[in-house]
């Protein structure tokens, strides 16, 4: 599949199916069709479905290994412009649906509709220091830090110390939005979480729908979302 030139990057996206388009935005700790494989058939027999890696993620290339939430939407609604897409549904993973508020906040008739999976629109009220690099090489965790190696060498080039520190420094910085950029938010929107999320706990959901129009969440029962 290819890369696409936008803004200073050159982004690497596939696209599978049909119809209405609809583009995934992945977790910061995965990449475009590794982070949406299960719903990859049900979506692309009815949608036009893309799949796009951000800067610093998967196989997307960059000079600067830096980015963040905000530096993420800009890419994408420029790759929207490169792809001709007018408008366009976005399904935002974590960190992704950080990204699809930020989009629909900069240019809102872009936005067909938002959902948000693991993502409340608010800086996660839990911290933790189990994604710092020191953390974990000091709890030996080497199938997580070889696992993000082969995700995103070739996006960081194998200084996978300081992709977590910009991961653990977004995380704790984004999103970024006031009560007032949050209700200019006027397409559709969904939160969905999991019982368990202690990154999305219900109090926010229930905050966040109270302050975007035609919005609302679901938490789904007895589930755990995994957002690596």
Same mark, same amino acid.
């Given at each position: 599949? !290819?890369?696409?030139?936008?803004? %200073?990057?050159?982004?690497?996206?596939?696209?599978?199916?049909?119809?209405?388009?609809?583009?995934?935005?992945?977790?910061?700790?995965?990449?475009?069709?590794?982070?949406?494989?299960?719903?990859?058939?049900?979506?692309?027999?009815?949608?036009?479905?893309?799949?796009?890696?951000?800067?610093?993620?998967?196989?997307?290339?960059?000079?600067?290994?830096?980015?963040?939430?905000?530096?993420?939407?800009?890419?994408?609604?420029?790759?929207?412009?490169?792809?001709? $897409? !007018?408008?366009?549904? $976005?399904?935002?993973?974590?960190?992704?649906?950080?990204?699809?508020?930020?989009?629909?906040?900069?240019?809102?008739?872009?936005?067909?509709?938002?959902?948000?999976?693991?993502?409340?629109?608010?800086?996660?009220?839990?911290?933790?220091?189990?994604?710092? !690099?020191?953390?974990?090489?000091?709890?030996?965790?080497?199938?997580?830090? %070889?696992?993000?190696?082969?995700?995103?060498?070739?996006?960081?080039?194998?200084?996978?110390?300081?992709?977590?520190?910009?991961?653990?420094?977004?995380?704790?910085?984004?999103?970024?939005?006031?009560?007032?950029?949050?209700?200019?938010?006027?397409?559709?929107?969904?939160?969905?979480?999991?019982?368990?999320?202690?990154?999305?706990?219900?109090?926010?959901?229930?905050?966040?729908?109270?302050?975007?129009? %035609?919005?609302?969440?679901?938490?789904?029962?007895?589930?755990?979302?995994? $957002?690596?």
């Amino acid at each position: 599949m !290819p890369h696409i030139q936008c803004n %200073n990057i050159e982004m690497y996206y596939e696209q599978l199916g049909i119809g209405d388009p609809v583009v995934f935005l992945h977790s910061g700790f995965s990449r475009g069709i590794l982070a949406f494989a299960s719903q990859i058939l049900d979506f692309q027999n009815k949608y036009s479905c893309y799949y796009p890696d951000f800067r610093g993620h998967g196989r997307t290339r960059s000079k600067s290994p830096e980015w963040n939430t905000p530096l993420h939407a800009e890419d994408i609604l420029t790759f929207m412009d490169h792809l001709k $897409l !007018p408008k366009a549904h $976005l399904v935002g993973y974590g960190m992704g649906g950080g990204v699809a508020l930020y989009c629909a906040l900069n240019q809102p008739q872009r936005i067909t509709s938002i959902t948000s999976i693991g993502q409340s629109g608010f800086v996660a009220s839990m911290q933790s220091e189990e994604f710092e !690099p020191e953390w974990l090489l000091e709890h030996e965790r080497h199938d997580f830090i %070889n696992m993000m190696k082969d995700r995103h060498m070739e996006a960081h080039r194998g200084d996978w110390q300081q992709f977590l520190r910009q991961k653990v420094n977004d995380w704790r910085t984004y999103p970024q939005l006031s009560e007032e950029q949050l209700s200019c938010i006027d397409c559709p929107t969904l939160f969905i979480a999991d019982q368990y999320d202690p990154y999305a706990p219900e109090e926010d959901l229930k905050r966040v729908t109270s302050i975007i129009r %035609n919005s609302s969440y679901v938490i789904v029962p007895d589930c755990a979302i995994d $957002l690596t």
